[in-house]
C-alpha cells in the first residue's frame, strides 16, 4: 500500500473519559483507516478494554506505553518501520501533560490528522474547579471536544460557552446518558433574538442560521426572519417555489455552491440580485422521515449587495 500520508488521531482525556471507545470507533471506520493496518498507541488502561478479535479483525496492532519516557521519536520510528501502519491512533493520557506532544517529533510520512478531546459529564464541573489546567490544555488544541455521560439537569449551555471561550474554532458535542448526541446550543446562545416578533438575520449570521436551522428545525418553526440572500432556480421545483440561498465556499475555490433553504413565494429567480426576505419558517418532513425547514414568502424588498462574496461558517 502507497503511503504519502499516515493520519494520526489524537484522543485525549482523563482516565474513564471515554477514550477507548472513541479510539474503538475509529479503528473501525475504513474512511479513516485506509483499509489498511493500524496502530494503536495506549497511553493508560482503563475499565473499557479493547476486544481482540476486533483488533485482528481490523488488522490492528495494540502497543501499550506505560511511562511518560515510553513515549518518543525512537520508539515511534521503531514501530514504523516494524508496522508501517496505514493509520495511528493515540489514546493520550492527559497527567503526562499535552506540551509533551509538542516536542515530540513524528516519524516523515505522520503528522497530525485530528486531535479529540473527551471528557466525562459527571466530573466535568469537578475537574473544571480542581483540575482546569489538565483538563483544558488539550482543549484548546482539539478539533472535537466531546463531553458524555450527561444527564438531563446538565448546564450544557454553560459549559459550551466555557469551552468556546476556550477554543473558538472547535467542535463541541454532549453525548447523553440515553445515547442521543446533541451541540447544546439554546435559544438564548444564538446572537440573534429568537423571542422577536421578526428576527433580524445579519449578514455574517446567515451562515450561522444556515446551520443551525440543520441541527435545529423545530426551533424556527412558525417564527418569521428577516435575512438578504438571492434566488436560485431549481428543476425539480414546481412553479412558485425557489431555493433561497447564498455562495459558500464549503472547502476550497473549486467548490462554490448556494446553501439555503426551500422557499415558496413568487419572486422569480434569477441567482444574481440580492433581496430581503421577510419569511416564516416551516418544518416539513419528507417521505423518507427527514425533517428541514422550508420559507414561506411574506416579502420581498432589494438590498445592497453583502460585504462578503461568500458565506462564512461560525461555531457558537
Request: charged share 30%; proline share 4%; with cysteine.
Amino acid at each position: 500500500m502507497r503511503r504519502d500520508f499516515v493520519p494520526v488521531y489524537l484522543i485525549t482525556g482523563f482516565l474513564e473519559s471515554g477514550k477507548t471507545t472513541l479510539a474503538t470507533s475509529i479503528l473501525e471506520n475504513d474512511r479513516y483507516t485506509n483499509g489498511g493496518k493500524v496502530l494503536v498507541l495506549c497511553c493508560e488502561e482503563g475499565e473499557t478494554e479493547y476486544d481482540e478479535k476486533k483488533l485482528k479483525e481490523h488488522r490492528c496492532t495494540l502497543v501499550n506505553l506505560e511511562e511518560p519516557e515510553d513515549l518518543n521519536t525512537q520508539r515511534l520510528a521503531q514501530l514504523e518501520k516494524e508496522i508501517r501502519p496505514s493509520c495511528v491512533i493515540m489514546e493520550y493520557n492527559n497527567m503526562w501533560g499535552i506540551e509533551r506532544l509538542g516536542e515530540l517529533r513524528l516519524p516523515v510520512a505522520w503528522d497530525w490528522a485530528q486531535i479529540v478531546t473527551a471528557a466525562d459529564g459527571s466530573t466535568f464541573e469537578n475537574y473544571m474547579t480542581n483540575m482546569r489546567k489538565l483538563l483544558t490544555d488539550p482543549m484548546k488544541e482539539a478539533d472535537l471536544i466531546i463531553i458524555n455521560r450527561c444527564g438531563e439537569s446538565f448546564n450544557k449551555s454553560s459549559w459550551r460557552k466555557q469551552l468556546r471561550a476556550l477554543n473558538p474554532g472547535a467542535t463541541i458535542l454532549f453525548e447523553n446518558t440515553d445515547g442521543s448526541v446533541e451541540d447544546g446550543i439554546r435559544d438564548e446562545d444564538l446572537p440573534y433574538d429568537m423571542k422577536a416578533d421578526i428576527i433580524d438575520i445579519s449578514e455574517d449570521q446567515f451562515g450561522l442560521m444556515y446551520l443551525d436551522s440543520m441541527d435545529h428545525p423545530e426551533r424556527y418553526q412558525d417564527k418569521t426572519i428577516r435575512i438578504v440572500g438571492q434566488a436560485f432556480a431549481r428543476r425539480s421545483f414546481p412553479d412558485g417555489f425557489y431555493f433561497f440561498a447564498r455562495n459558500a465556499m464549503t472547502c476550497c475555490s473549486n467548490d462554490i455552491q448556494p446553501c439555503g433553504w426551500v422557499c415558496k413565494g413568487e419572486r422569480k429567480p434569477d441567482g444574481r440580485t440580492y433581496f430581503t426576505l421577510t419569511a416564516r419558517c416551516e418544518v416539513v418532513t419528507s417521505p423518507e422521515g427527514q425533517t428541514a425547514l422550508m420559507l414561506h414568502e411574506l416579502k420581498t424588498e432589494r438590498a445592497k449587495t453583502p460585504h462578503d462574496d461568500y458565506v462564512s461558517f461560525v461555531n457558537l
